[in-house]
C-alpha cells in the first residue's frame, strides 16, 4: 500500500514538474516576454519582433505561434534555430481593424522532442481619432545616393485646438517637413514630409520618427512613425570577400577583383589604412574595372582581416569596401602548414535533457 501511493505520488510530481521545466529552459531563450506598443495612431504599421536566441547545442525548431487576440498576428521568422544562431516572433498590432486598448498572449510552440511552451504578451492603446496614412514611410530599395521623399497624411477628428507640436528625430540621414493643411469641424490634416537625403550609406535602415501633439493626457501624446527602406549599393565588388588563404610573410599575394558601378566611373585609390596594398587599373571612366590587388603581408603571423576601401571620383565616400582575410605564415612557400590550429572552435553551452516518457 506504501508502495503504491509513493509511486502515484511520483507520477503526479513528474506530471506536474515536467512541464514547468520545459518551460523554463525555452522561456531562457527570449530576450523579453513582454512588449507595450503604447498609444499608436490608427492605421500606423506597428511591429514588434521578439528575439529567440538558442543557448543549446542541439539545433531548436519553432513549430507555429497563436494568438488569444485578432488585434495581434504573430508569425515566426528563421523557425529553424542552430547553436547560437537567431529567430524572432513577429507580433503586428492590428491598428486598422481594432481600436482602443487591447492585448494578446502569443503561445510559440517548439517542437519534439524538446517540446516546450512559450507564451510572450503584448499590448497597446490604439487610437481612433488620430490616423497616419499611410502608416509608415516605406522607402523600399534606393539607390545609393538618390535622394528619395515621402509623404504621410496626419488627421485628427475632436477637439478644436489639437494640434502637433514637433516630429523629433535623431536621424542625421533624413529630414522632416510638417505643414497643417486642413483644420475645421473639429478635424484637422497635417501633412508630413520625410526626405531621405543623398548621403546615406549601403545598407538597411530602419528608424522611427515621434509625432508629439497637445494632447493633455500624458500618455496619449507621443506616436511613433517607423521609417525604413534598403540603400542599394551603386558599386559592387567581386568577390565581395576575398580569401587569400596562407601567405607567407613578407612575400606579395596578387589577385583581381572586378569593380562594377551603375554609371561610368574612375578608380582613384584603393586603401587600406597602412600601405599594405598597392593597385593597378586604367584611368578609363567605364561602368566595369578589373582591378589587380597586391597584398604584402606583415612580419606578423596570424590570421588578418583588412578591410579594403576602393575609392572613386564620383565624391566624397562614394566607392566600395571589400575585405580581405589570410593567414600570415613564417614559412617558406613550399612548406606543409597545418591548419587545424587555426579552425575556430564554437563553445557549447548547456545541453537539454530530453523530456521523460509518459
Keep these: 500500500m506504501i508502495r503504491t501511493l509513493f509511486a502515484s505520488w511520483l507520477l503526479l510530481v513528474g506530471l506536474f514538474t515536467a512541464p514547468a521545466a520545459a518551460q523554463d529552459w525555452a522561456e531562457k531563450m527570449f530576450n523579453k516576454t513582454e512588449h507595450d506598443f503604447g498609444t499608436v495612431a490608427r492605421g500606423a504599421d506597428t511591429v514588434f ?13 519553432i513549430t507555429g505561434v497563436r494568438s488569444s487576440c485578432g488585434c495581434t498576428t504573430p508569425t515566426v521568422e528563421n523557425g529553424t534555430i542552430a547553436t547560437h544562431e537567431k529567430g524572432y516572433i513577429v507580433a503586428k498590432f ?10 494578446a498572449t ?3 510552440s517548439f517542437a519534439p522532442p524538446y517540446s516546450a511552451e512559450v507564451q510572450v504578451r503584448v499590448h497597446g492603446n490604439i487610437r481612433g481619432d488620430v490616423v497616419f496614412q499611410p502608416g509608415s514611410v516605406a ?4 539607390d545609393e545616393g538618390v535622394p528619395l521623399e515621402q509623404r504621410v497624411v496626419v488627421t485628427y477628428a475632436g477637439r478644436e485646438n489639437w494640434k ?6 535623431d536621424n542625421d540621414h533624413f529630414e522632416v517637413e510638417l505643414d497643417e493643411f486642413a483644420r475645421g469641424g473639429g478635424k484637422v490634416s497635417y501633412g508630413l514630409l520625410v526626405r531621405l537625403k543623398d548621403n546615406v550609406p549601403a545598407g538597411y535602415l530602419k528608424d522611427q520618427l515621434t509625432v508629439v501633439t497637445n494632447d493633455p ?13 534598403r540603400i542599394v549599393p551603386e558599386f559592387s565588388v567581386t568577390p565581395e570577400n576575398l580569401v587569400l588563404g596562407n601567405v607567407v610573410a613578407g612575400k606579395p599575394v596578387t589577385r583581381k577583383i572586378v569593380v562594377r558601378g551603375k554609371k561610368p566611373f574612375r578608380i582613384a585609390d584603393v586603401n587600406c589604412g597602412d600601405n599594405c596594398f598597392t593597385f593597378k587599373t586604367d584611368n578609363d571612366s567605364k561602368a566595369v574595372h578589373l582591378v589587380e590587388l597586391t597584398y604584402i603581408p606583415p612580419n606578423k603571423s596570424g590570421a588578418v582581416q583588412v578591410p579594403v576601401r576602393i575609392k572613386t571620383d564620383r565624391g566624397e565616400n562614394r566607392g566600395a569596401t571589400i575585405l580581405v ?5 613564417e614559412v617558406a612557400a613550399d612548406s ?6 587555426h579552425t575556430d572552435v564554437v563553445t557549447e553551452t548547456a545541453a537539454i535533457a530530453e523530456p521523460a516518457s509518459r
Design 139 to 142: 522607402f523600399g530599395n534606393v
Design 325 to 329: 582575410s589570410a593567414t600570415v605564415e
Design 94 to 103: 492590428n491598428t486598422r481593424t481594432f481600436v482602443g486598448r487591447h492585448g
Design 49 to 61: 519582433r521578439f528575439e529567440v536566441t538558442n543557448l543549446y547545442k542541439q539545433t531548436m525548431k
Design 217 to 229: 493626457r500624458a500618455e496619449s501624446q507621443r506616436f511613433p512613425l517607423f521609417v525604413e527602406g
Design 336 to 341: 606543409q602548414v597545418d591548419l587545424s590550429s
Design 164 to 169: 502637433i507640436l514637433d516630429v523629433t528625430n
Design 106 to 108: 502569443l503561445t510559440v
